[in-house]
């Protein structure tokens, strides 16, 4: 059983281009979370993403930044105009339900996006 | 606003010595406490902590909560050049329909041969 599989590892973008970052769970798990690990800061929340469903998006950017989970194929986190803030690691977990007392969610690997 | 605090910022240690790192934590809907260690990749998890007063342990590591205090200690004995990486603390906050991490920024230990 893959772990949680995020591609690119890697990716440079010019300033106003998009950011299609991707997520696929482990096999079975079909929650998602995504997290952003600024420079010298620990990792913040963004969203939480059932099957199809948006769960808890309080903390995504209000504007530029999207996320989806679709019935087949991996979660997308999608920023648009990129800036040069927006660069970081982006990282992504998956659970088999809801995170919770005694369900643990495993991360991926992150994707680094670098705006140049 | 929720908020994880971790301490120290950074640690240098040589080998066999034993560390203690600090969390301590301000939040709403409390559900449990999480520690992962981060080598330059995923985070990979150690513990999580939902009653006072248990302590975990795995290896030379252990953990123990505080909810009355609303802190966690994280313990590694007789330390290796291998436990060397970011080590981050986490609450679980939410409700029944809904759960995220609240982390910490994180101890980075260094450890010396």
């Known amino acids: 059983n893959a772990g949680v599989m995020q591609n690119p590892r890697h990716l440079v973008r010019r300033r106003g281009q998009e950011a299609r970052l991707r997520c696929s769970p482990m096999k079975g798990h079909s929650h998602v979370y995504w997290y952003r690990q600024l420079p010298e800061e620990g990792l913040k929340f963004m969203v939480y993403?059932?099957?199809?469903?948006?769960?808890?998006e309080s903390g995504m950017p209000k504007e530029r930044f999207s996320a989806e989970f679709p019935k087949e194929g991996p979660s997308i986190l999608r920023i648009q105009q990129v800036v040069r803030g927006d660069s970081a690691a982006y990282f992504c977990?998956?659970?088999?339900?809801?995170?919770?007392?005694?369900?643990?969610?495993?991360f991926g690997q992150g994707t680094r996006l670098t705006v140049v | 606003e929720d908020k994880v605090v971790q301490s120290p910022l950074s640690l240098v240690v040589h080998e066999g010595d034993t560390v203690t790192l600090n969390c301590s934590y301000e939040v709403t809907n409390f559900r449990s406490l999480l520690w992962y260690k981060q080598e330059k990749k995923a985070p990979t998890f150690l513990f999580m902590l939902?009653?006072?007063?248990i302590e975990k342990k795995s290896g030379r590591l252990s953990s123990i909560l505080d909810k009355k205090e609303l802190f966690s200690i994280l313990n590694i004995t007789a330390t290796q050049t291998g436990d060397s990486a970011v080590y981050l603390c986490?609450?679980?906050?939410?409700?029944?329909?809904?759960?995220?991490?609240?982390f910490g920024q994180g101890t980075t230990l260094q450890v010396k041969p």
């Open positions: 986490a609450v679980l906050i939410g409700s029944s329909n809904t759960g995220k991490l609240i």
């Open positions: 993403l059932q099957k199809e469903n948006i769960i808890d």
């Open positions: 977990a998956s659970s088999p339900y809801m995170w919770g007392v005694n369900t643990e969610a495993f």
């Open positions: 939902t009653s006072s007063g």
